[in-house]
C-alpha cells in the first residue's frame, strides 16, 4: 500500500486546503480531510472538489465532521465523539487501496500540535500513517519562527517531509526558511486574486514537475 501524502503547516490559517487542491490536481490524487471541525460555512472538501478540474481525482467524504469550530479534541468532546487513530488509519487503508494506484492528499488540522484528542496529536497520526509530508508555510511576520519550530519538530520526530511549498507573497522569507530548516522549496504559490478551477490548474502545472521529482526520489 502506497504511503499518503499529509499536508499539514506551521499553523492556522495559512493555505493549507488550498494546497491541498494545488497539489491533487497537479497529481491526478484523491483529496481526503478525515477530521473536519466547524461547517457552518461549508467543509474543505467541498471547496476543494469545487476547485478541481481534472477527472480522476476523488474528494472523500470526512470521517469526523464535527459542529463546533475550534480545536478538534474540544469540538469532539462537545459532540460527544473520541477521535482515535485506529478508526481514521482504517479507513486511510481502505482508501488507499481503492484508490490504488493514485496518490492520495491527506489535509490535516492545523498544525503538527494540534490535539485531536486527549492521546493523540496530528504528528502522532502523521507517524502511525507512515505518510510523507509537505509542508506549507505562509509569508507574514512571525513565519520564520513558526516554520524552523514545524521543522525542528519534524526532524525530532523523524517524519518523512518532501519540502516546503510557501503561500502569500507578504514578504519572502523562503531562502532563509529552506536553509534554516534543512527542508526543500517545492514552490511557492502567490496571493491568487481569484481562486477558481483555472488558477488552480495553473499553479498546478506550474509545481507538477517538482512534486513527481520529490515524490519519485522516494523509496
Not at 492521546?119 to 505562509?138: H, T
Not at 534554516?180 to 502567490?190: A, D, K, L, V
Request: charged share 20%.
Amino acid at each position: 500500500m502506497a504511503s499518503p501524502i499529509f499536508i499539514t503547516g506551521i499553523g492556522t490559517d495559512i493555505g493549507k486546503t488550498l494546497v491541498s487542491a494545488i497539489v491533487a490536481e497537479a497529481l491526478g490524487a484523491d483529496y481526503w480531510k478525515p477530521v473536519q471541525a466547524g461547517f457552518a460555512e461549508g467543509t474543505d472538501a467541498a471547496y476543494v472538489k469545487q476547485l478541481l478540474s481534472n477527472k480522476e481525482s476523488v474528494v472523500h467524504d470526512e470521517l469526523y465532521r464535527l459542529h463546533t469550530p475550534a480545536s478538534p479534541h474540544i469540538a469532539a468532546r462537545k459532540d460527544g465523539i473520541t477521535i482515535t487513530a485506529e478508526t481514521i488509519l482504517l479507513k486511510a487503508r481502505y482508501i488507499l487501496e481503492s484508490a490504488n494506484p493514485k496518490p492520495l492528499i491527506i489535509e490535516g488540522a492545523g498544525g503538527l500540535l494540534v490535539p485531536l484528542s486527549d492521546e493523540l496529536m496530528v504528528a502522532d497520526l502523521i507517524s502511525r500513517l507512515k505518510a510523507k509530508v509537505i509542508l506549507v508555510s505562509r509569508n507574514y511576520l512571525g513565519s520564520i519562527n513558526h516554520s524552523l519550530l514545524t521543522a525542528a519538530y519534524c526532524q525530532s520526530r523523524k517524519l518523512d517531509v518532501l519540502g516546503w511549498i510557501f503561500n502569500d507573497d507578504y514578504l519572502s522569507y523562503e531562502e532563509e526558511i529552506v536553509q534554516w530548516s534543512g527542508y526543500p522549496s517545492i514552490g511557492s504559490i502567490p496571493n491568487i486574486a481569484v481562486i477558481d478551477k483555472a488558477s488552480v490548474r495553473t499553479q498546478a502545472i506550474g509545481l507538477q514537475t517538482a512534486l513527481k521529482d520529490k515524490l519519485n526520489s522516494r523509496p
